[in-house]
């Protein structure tokens, strides 16, 4: 993980117990980096929340920003 995050992104402080999670999550999903793998395990969250309160799958989809 970068050291200097770019503007507007949140980090987690990466301990070793985490680095350990998410390297081992790279592996189970043959991820090229760390931020993949929590990205992965994030939204791998974020679809089960959502089934257990609507009983369906959604799509997630990236923001895209606006031009104004």
Same mark, same amino acid.
């Given at each position: 993980?970068?050291?200097? @995050? +770019?503007?507007?992104?949140?980090?987690? @402080?990466?301990?070793?117990?985490?680095?350990?999670?998410?390297?081992?999550?790279?592996?189970?999903?043959?991820?090229?980096?760390?931020?993949? +793998? +929590?990205?992965?395990?994030?939204?791998?969250?974020?679809?089960?929340?959502?089934?257990?309160?609507?009983?369906?799958?959604?799509?997630?989809? @990236?923001?895209?920003?606006?031009?104004?």
């Amino acid at each position: 993980m970068a050291d200097q @995050p +770019a503007s507007g992104e949140l980090r987690l @402080p990466l301990d070793d117990q985490l680095e350990a999670v998410l390297r081992q999550v790279c592996e189970q999903q043959n991820l090229s980096s760390l931020d993949d +793998a +929590a990205e992965w395990l994030l939204r791998r969250r974020l679809r089960k929340g959502t089934q257990g309160l609507t009983g369906r799958g959604r799509a997630l989809y @990236p923001i895209e920003k606006r031009k104004h």
